[in-house]
């Protein structure tokens, strides 16, 4: 499975790595939605910063490009 935050192709190893990816692109969905209806930079980063679903949606974010790699960032 490919996606777009991936430096390369790898292979899902189970449901977990499967959440990762979708909730990255749910939360890219999400960005791009809010840049669309003109919501200010400073409101979109105290979202990102402070919003307990949104803080989370972000840090596991930066786990994709880890996914298949034999460890996981964070973990």
Known sequence: ???GGTKRLRILRDSYQLKV???SV???TYLA???ELQVP???VREALL???RLKVMAENCAKV????SGSQAGS
Do not use: S
């Not at 490009?65 to 298949?68: M, P, T, V």
């Open 65 to 68: 490009n880890h996914l298949g």
């Open 50 to 52: 402070n919003h307990p």
């Open 33 to 35: 939605a809010l840049q």
């Open 1 to 3: 499975m490919a996606h």
């Open 21 to 23: 990816v979708a909730e």
């Open 41 to 43: 930079i400073d409101k």
């Open 26 to 28: 749910h939360l890219v």
